[in-house]
């Protein structure tokens, strides 16, 4: 009898007392466990952008560079820590700066003692050496600001607006000689920079929030019903510049984006209905036509070439629909189209020396050989 009491009395392990207080501490142990691998995860993506954060830009002083050679107050801004550096034409000719070593500083932007972040744009403006800052006219001497005439000599001159050439040997010859001409042609090094993408959707004014090289290419898609579609520049002034693209017609093209002078591209002014998309790039991503080559495309277009020297020519084809088609020139001269009709095209045509850049204004198919 005293047995079956005992028995009775006796509870069940899981209904003791001790049970609960292990489980309890095992079941905070786990939750301590999973708080701490939380913060173990969380932690290492902080570490990780702490590390891709090295790069900072830094607020730098301009440095006083009027009148040096502009190859080598490029370089000595890139040593500063300046990674935006453009060479632009002080003239009204709108030149493409070829070979930095042939001409020199007149002006900087922004001027010297003034601050600017290291990632920021640093135009110099500049004239070639046997040029005045005053005149800008040819073949004029050089006031006390030009470079010393070691500094003049030069040979063919290498395209860029970057820090970046490959120069060729200097030469006792005046650098307008006929012996630039004769010279072995360089590859041109286009402004870099990072792809920039803008999307909307009707009429809008958009700004742009990065700077962009003094030149550059925008693939433009928009107009998918056929209705108006329109863009022009808004400059830094705060003018707006011509039409980039004025049509009625499905538009899918690439436009050149060049500001006036000293005048920066900062955004477009958009006039359309329906969605639309820019996508503004460097020069160095357009196809380049060499010699003996056919380059085929539709619409608007640019298309590169490798500096012309003495008679060029290319043959062209376009304008089957009789609507309008043009080629115009770009180089390290101010240049007039080549083409400019409501005809159908199928001719050759004479490409001026310095010509680097070809663009081409049209709606269907066209092709261009070079001679």
């Known amino acids: 009898m005293s047995e079956q009491l005992q028995n009775q009395n006796k509870k069940p392990f899981y209904k003791r007392t001790w049970f609960f207080v292990v489980v309890g501490l095992v079941v905070v142990g786990l939750i301590s466990t999973a708080f701490a691998g939380e913060e173990d995860v969380t932690s290492n993506p902080t570490a990780t952008e702490s590390q891709e954060s090295v790069a900072q830009v830094v607020a730098l002083v301009v440095p006083d560079l009027v009148g040096e050679n502009a190859s080598d107050a490029s370089e000595e801004l890139e040593n ?14 709108e030149r493409f700066v070829v070979l930095p070593t042939n001409w020199f500083v007149c002006e900087m932007n922004p001027e010297p003692t003034n601050t600017l972040d290291s990632d920021k744009t640093l135009v110099l403006l500049v004239v070639k050496n046997t040029e005045s800052c005053d ?56 402004p870099r920079m990072t792809e920039i993408v803008l999307e909307g959707n009707g009429d809008d004014v958009v700004m742009l929030n990065q700077e962009i090289p003094t030149v550059a290419a925008m693939d433009v898609f928009a107009n998918s019903s056929s209705r108006y579609f329109g863009v022009r520049p808004i400059y830094a002034s705060g003018n707006s510049g011509s039409s980039l693209v004025n049509t009625t017609d499905v538009f899918e093209g690439t436009v050149l984006l060049k500001g006036p002078g000293s005048d920066e591209i900062i955004g477009f002014e958009v006039t359309a209905e329906g969605s639309w998309r820019f996508v503004i790039k460097s020069l160095s991503e357009i196809p380049k036509l060499l010699p003996g080559e056919t380059f085929a495309g539709n619409g608007d277009g640019l298309v590169r070439v490798d500096e012309t020297q003495g008679l060029t020519t290319i043959f062209v084809v376009g304008n089957s629909e009789s609507r309008y088609f043009g080629v115009r020139p770009h180089g390290v001269s101010s240049m007039s189209s080549v083409i400019n009709t409501t005809d159908v095209y199928d001719g050759r045509v004479r490409l001026d020396d310095g010509t680097l850049l070809l663009e081409v204004t049209a709606i269907g198919d066209w092709k261009i050989i070079l001679e």
């Open 80 to 93: 500063l820590g300046f990674t935006q550096i453009t060479l632009q034409d002080v003239s009204e000719d």
């Open 135 to 190: 005149s800008h006219d040819s073949g004029e001497s050089a006031t006390d600001a030009s470079p010393s005439e070691e500094s003049e000599a030069g040979a063919t001159e290498t395209a860029t607006a970057t820090p970046t050439t490959t120069e060729a040997p200097d030469s006792d010859s005046d650098s307008d000689s006929d012996s630039e001409s004769e010279s072995a042609a360089v590859e041109f090094a286009w």
